[in-house]
């Protein structure tokens, strides 16, 4: 049995806010995936939930006028690998939300869930990153002089839904925006405020339009297993095809938070592209990975993936944009076996919130 407070049950984005603003103490429950393994484990004994479930708005994926992606937060995983617009748009997404848990779980977990939980192997997460999405909140104010701190990051963009009320007719609702890196505050801690939900993740046109990616999970076995290390590359090369004109690598569990590898992406972007140019970058990552030891791996078979991994990637996004890395052997062109990795005996001891 489950240890449960009350349930309050919201329909529309207002009454989620408004139910936010009146019992801050509750928690919110979407899919329930995590909520509730914590629930029955005792963290969460007795809570009180605010069940999104019914929220239909902040399901499914569409495109604006200017191309920008929408995600729905309460989207399913399952959902976001079948979606067209996923596929055709942002195919690594799908691919990366496919890799989570079992399908079970991606019939129920959302995509929603798995940002907010601030857990650093979150599967979306570093493809997210990767795609330089944008999280959109909803919070309710009663203040018209509320701005919401991080809006100006991304673009300054704060909307105002004039029609809301909710239970006190002066109320409104408040959009905010934070790109998603910054919305990791640390493990397990989110930028969302009290009184406010996630509604979506938004991803502007200019940041997947031309680029391609791929996205590599490595994982103890293939299925119902949380990611050792993620790594998400996207790139975007030259007409010729023979330059890597933009490149963002994006980590899982290499550091306390889903991470991007700034330095790295600057230091070869332009960069030709040969077998060389992928070793670098394979390397140049391991000055900004901070993987740390648990018992799933020790911090050196982590950073060992991360340099890998990116290459793989790496290599694949490249092949998917349609380049050829001049030098490349053809066994080195793709995706290794990791499961071949017979080093690092030496696992670490303690474990935390991966
Ligand atoms: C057996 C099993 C296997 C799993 N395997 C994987 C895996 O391989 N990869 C992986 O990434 N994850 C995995 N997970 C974790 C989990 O399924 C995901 O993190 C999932 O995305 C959580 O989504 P949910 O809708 O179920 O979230 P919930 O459990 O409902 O909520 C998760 C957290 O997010 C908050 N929240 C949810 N929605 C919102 C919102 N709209 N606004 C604000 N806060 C919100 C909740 O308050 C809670 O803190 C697994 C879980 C289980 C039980």
Same mark, same amino acid.
């Given at each position: ?108 977990? =959302? ?12 599967? =979306? ?153 992928? =070793? ?75």
């Amino acid at each position: 049995m489950y240890d449960i407070g009350k349930i309050y049950e919201a329909h529309t984005v207002e009454e989620a806010v408004n139910l936010r603003l009146e019992h801050p103490e509750a928690v919110i429950i979407a899919g329930g995936s995590d909520v509730l393994i914590k629930v029955r484990s005792g963290k969460l004994a007795g809570a009180d939930l605010i069940s999104i479930q019914g929220v239909d708005e902040l399901r499914g994926v569409h495109m604006e006028k200017d191309g920008t992606l929408v995600i729905g937060s309460l989207t399913s995983f399952s959902h976001i690998t079948a979606d067209p617009l996923i596929g055709s748009c942002i195919r690594v997404l799908g691919e990366a939300a496919d890799k989570v848990g079992g399908p079970q779980i991606r019939a129920v977990g =959302t995509v929603g869930g798995n940002t907010c939980n601030g857990v650093t192997s979150a599967d =979306t997460a570093s493809t997210l990153l990767a795609y330089d999405a944008i999280v959109e909140l909803a919070g309710g104010t009663e203040d018209e002089g509320r701005t919401g701190g991080n809006a100006e990051n991304a673009g300054g963009q704060m909307a105002r839904n004039p029609g809301a009320g909710g239970a006190d007719s002066q109320r409104r609702i408040a959009r905010r925006l934070v790109p998603l890196e910054k919305f990791y505050l640390g493990p397990g801690r989110t930028d969302v405020r009290p009184g406010e939900i996630q509604t979506c993740l938004r991803i502007p046109v200019e940041s997947y339009e031309n680029h391609y990616g791929f996205y590599i999970k490595f994982g103890m076995r293939n299925a119902m297993e949380i990611a050792t290390v993620g790594c998400s590359v996207n790139v975007k090369l030259s007409e010729d095809k023979k330059y890597l004109d933009d490149l963002r690598i994006a980590f899982g569990v290499a550091g306390p938070v889903p991470m991007r590898a700034h330095e790295t992406e600057k230091k070869f972007k332009g960069a030709a592209l040969t077998a060389q140019t992928v =070793t670098e970058i394979g390397s140049s990552v391991l000055s900004e990975v901070h993987p740390r030891d648990s018992w799933r791996a020790p911090k050196n078979m982590r950073r060992h993936l991360c340099r890998t991994m990116t290459q793989d990637a790496l290599c694949e996004a490249v092949r998917r944009a349609g380049g050829m890395i001049a030098g490349m052997k053809a066994d080195q062109d793709g995706a290794r076996d990791f499961m071949d990795i017979t080093l690092f005996p030496d696992a670490g001891a303690a474990d935390g919130q991966e």
